[in-house]
């Protein structure tokens, strides 16, 4: 043996110890849990498993999730804020300033700090297969002619309607919504003739779309990257920019306070994960499409303009005061 | 695939060993997760369906469809033995129910439960068979000003929950409704009274206020009383008589017939036709007086309607890929994750969990009948055991199974609170059913009343152009008038006694 591969061997036995001396401790040495704001059972649960399940190859130890559903998630995300920093509690939930702009929200958004956003998901604005639109532009141009077209969508606060009534304001639609309870209700909604027009997540559309009941007139963000017919405008592509879409994000949170080098591991291991052949296959299956992009990004490029647009919306709304 | 054809179909992939044990294990955890109060079949499901990972779609989608039905026949064991009503569906059986097993008519009313639920539950599956896709269609028509008018309509139907006098059920409605405007505003998303709690942002909790009403008040009046045990007479019969059987058979039909159509709704489920058909058999009813004090109609109607409801749930999901309700949705998401794109065209490409459903909820219900009628005898030793021994245990069950709902400790508080409540207004003579589905209706109601007069910019004639409406509305005011014509005359004629006595 030359004295090259001793050393390099010395240098592979000692390098653990040399991370130890970083962070005191070995990170994760413990189980991870993911906690999601909802009940089980519902897509946001599936996520958080199948990001646990991709993530654990790469941490070395258990991810497990944890449900802290209620109060349209204040109840999980005070958990994730209020937890110990030790980027052993994380968060699994979309945009949470809503809450706190509402009020109704005990913690601040200075109290979590975004790991990463990981997918976004789908949603689109369809209208019955017997509508007299064609195509978008036939019902843009309906629509500021004849302001006041009725429109459903799953219920006040959700992330699908503040984006299509941020649409709605930039494009000038003049379309006055209707709040059903979840996507089923907006969905029985429209296919029984009660509003012209509804708003809601890609899957949910896309499976009556193939049997011919709906037709969909735009995907909000790229259309293909959730299997729909590449055709299909969506905001950027029809607006050419003159309209913002806040896409509909959803994130992996930890504590504010925790040590930047975990959370650099954890980032490290979700970006690992979404690399992945299988992740982006499982995603697909429940609605959404992976887009990977660093917390700091996030932080700095696109909440803000979030944050603006949503207020506006929930001041002309008697949200907020 | 025509009807028989894919009846066949559907039978021949669920007789096999290892699909029928898997609707086995999901009618019996229904059954165990329905008699024990606070955890339901929405709880249960969702832990298991990261166990249904590795089976196929198909087997994954009958096991826990099991645990559904299979809770509407547990359901009803708590609420007849001690007052819990075990989900919100079997809050109504508490009423006849209970009284039957204080009379030791327990066995009686748990056997015609189950029997009603098969009933229900089989003549279902009949209907959804046969007519799943036309009648998917029809609960489409039923849109917020439609809602509105069935909730009118309902309300119209509360008072005859109340055993006593119809004012005192009136305010208990109000009271109900006042409380169901806590939480978040359906239109504006604006908190309503929740004083900083973000428990009550979701609104006051259906388990743990039922729970609390019926079970810890129960407890509260039993102390008072110091019973020995809940029996106040001897255990006569296990199972139902003769004539038992020929009270029910009505209220069985009727229970199946309503539970189909308002578990089909958007938005339906297992909870209200429980109460609407309780209030048609009183209505209907010969001798109305004997109901609140263990009329048998009063269990078998409600009880054949919560399973007929949970299976007309099954309609607009196998349809048309919508699911009515929270725990159908927990079912489609169990499909998605299977890679199953529930919509419109499962019949037609994906016939094995079409029909592999069909058959084994046909298979299940006679499984449940199979499992639950033994249990009767087991359920009614129960009540021989002594009150200072059982009282602590329904204490535990009922703090273990609320806490088990959602894992908060503020929903143990406010079943504390309404065991309280329900105390005091029980022994003001005011009653608790009309509370709790005033409670229920009142967010339905008031969602769909304004969603309406958005969609006609603020014109009130949306409810009555519309012609299901319009006729539901005039049925309401019919109900309306003829109760109150009727407490106007019971009114008089106690005036004309008193003033006979006088004489």
Redesign the interface.
């Known amino acids: 043996m030359d004295r090259r591969k001793i050393l390099f061997f010395i240098v592979l036995i000692l390098l653990p110890f040399a991370f130890q001396g970083f962070s005191a401790e070995k990170f994760p040495s413990k189980p991870v849990t993911i906690v999601v704001p909802f009940p089980p059972g519902g897509v946001s649960g599936i996520t958080a498993m199948t990001w646990g399940k991709y993530m654990e190859k790469h941490l070395g130890v258990p991810v497990v999730v944890d449900y802290k559903p209620g109060g349209g998630t204040v109840i999980g995300t005070q958990y994730v804020a209020n937890a110990a920093p030790d980027g052993y509690v994380l968060l699994n939930a979309g945009d949470i300033f809503t809450s706190i702009l509402v009020g109704t929200a005990p913690y601040k958004l200075e109290d979590l700090t975004i790991v990463a956003q990981v997918t976004l998901n789908g949603n689109v604005l369809a209208v019955r297969s017997d509508a007299p639109w064609k195509n978008f532009q036939e019902f843009v141009d309906y629509a500021r002619k004849n302001p006041g077209v009725k429109y459903a969508h799953p219920g006040i606060g959700t992330w699908v309607f503040f984006r299509t009534e941020s649409l709605n304001r930039q494009a000038k639609l003049g379309m006055v919504n209707v709040p059903m309870k979840g996507d089923a209700e907006a969905v029985s909604a429209l296919l029984g003739g009660h509003v012209p027009v509804a708003a809601g997540s890609t899957y949910v559309y896309k499976a009556q779309q193939e049997a011919g009941k709906v037709k969909t007139l735009l995907s909000f963000d790229k259309a293909e990257g959730y299997g729909l017919d590449p055709t299909i405008p969506d905001i950027e592509s029809f607006f050419k920019g003159s309209v913002y879409d806040i896409v509909c994000s959803i994130y992996l949170y930890a504590p504010a306070k925790t040590p930047k080098e975990r959370i650099e591991i954890l980032r490290n291991a979700i970006e690992k994960a979404t690399k992945e052949p299988g992740f982006a296959e499982d995603m697909k299956k429940i609605g959404h499409r992976v887009a990977y992009m660093p917390g700091e990004k996030v932080m700095r490029e696109v909440l803000p303009k979030k944050i603006e647009i949503v207020k506006g919306i929930m001041k002309d709304t008697g949200m907020i005061k | 695939m025509d009807i028989f054809g894919g009846l066949l179909f559907g039978l021949k992939s669920v007789l096999h060993v290892d699909t029928l044990f898997y609707c086995f294990v999901g009618v019996t955890i229904g059954t165990l997760v329905g008699v024990l109060p606070g955890i339901g079949p929405?709880?249960a499901?969702?832990?298991l369906?990261?166990a249904t990972f590795g089976i196929s779609p198909a087997t994954a989608i009958i096991m826990l469809a099991g645990i559904y039905y299979g809770a509407m026949y547990g359901g009803s064991t708590t609420s007849i033995l001690v007052n819990i009503p075990g989900e919100a569906a079997s809050v109504v059986t508490c009423l006849d129910g209970y009284q039957m097993a204080k009379k030791g008519r327990a066995g009686p009313a748990l056997g015609i439960s189950a029997i009603g639920s098969f009933i229900g539950g089989t003549l279902s599956v009949v209907a959804l068979m046969f007519v799943a896709v036309p009648l998917a269609n029809v609960?489409?028509?039923?849109?917020?000003p439609e809602f509105f008018a069935l909730m009118c309509l309902s309300m119209s139907l509360i008072s005859y929950l109340a055993r006593g006098s119809t004012f005192n059920a009136v305010l208990m409605i109000f009271l109900g409704l006042i409380l169901g405007t806590v939480g978040?505003?359906?239109?504006?998303?604006?908190?309503r009274f929740?004083f900083?709690s973000?428990?009550l942002?979701?609104g006051i909790g259906l388990i743990p206020v039922a729970m609390g009403l019926f079970g810890i008040s129960e407890i509260l009046m039993n102390i008072e009383l110091k019973a020995r045990s809940v029996l106040e007479a001897k255990i006569r019969n296990i199972f139902p008589t003769l004539e038992d059987w020929r009270r029910s058979i009505g209220p069985i039909l009727r229970g199946s017939v309503l539970g189909f159509f308002f578990g089909l709704l958007?938005?339906g489920g297992a909870v209200i036709p429980t109460f609407v058909s309780y209030s048609v058999e009183k209505r209907l009813s010969k001798h109305p007086e004997e109901f609140g004090k263990g009329a048998i109609e009063g269990v078998a109607g409600p009880e054949t309607a919560n399973n007929a409801g949970s299976t007309g749930a099954f309609v607009?999901m196998l349809a048309?890929?919508?699911?009515?309700n929270?725990i159908l949705?927990?079912l489609l998401?169990a499909l998605?994750?299977h890679?199953v794109?529930?919509?419109?065209?499962l019949m037609q490409k994906n016939p094995e969990i079409f029909w592999g459903v069909i058959a084994s909820m046909y298979v299940g219900n006679i499984m449940l009948l199979i499992l639950n009628l033994p249990l009767i005898g087991l359920w009614i030793r129960i009540l021989k055991i002594p009150y200072r021994l059982l009282m602590p245990l329904i204490l535990l069950f009922c703090l273990v199974g609320c806490y088990a709902v959602?894992?908060?400790p503020t929903e143990i508080v406010i079943m504390i609170v309404f065991g309280f409540i329900g105390y005091v207004l029980r022994r003001c003579g005011y009653e608790l059913a009309p509370l709790i589905i005033a409670m229920i209706l009142g967010p339905i109601m008031e969602?769909n009343f304004r969603?309406s007069l958005?969609?006609s910019?603020g014109s009130f004639r949306i409810f009555v152009t519309r012609p299901i409406s319009a006729t539901l509305l005039f049925a309401a005011g019919l109900l309306f008038l003829s109760s109150g014509f009727s407490a106007y005359r019971k009114a008089k004629k106690r005036v004309i006694e008193l003033v006979g006595d006088e004489d």
């Open positions: 929405i709880g499901m969702s832990i369906l990261p609960g489409l028509r039923f849109g917020p978040m505003d359906p239109i504006t998303g604006f908190p929740y900083g973000t428990t942002l979701d958007p938005g607009p048309l890929g919508i699911p009515p929270p949705a927990i998401g998605m994750i890679g794109q529930a919509g419109p065209l959602n894992s908060n969602a969603n958005i969609m910019d």
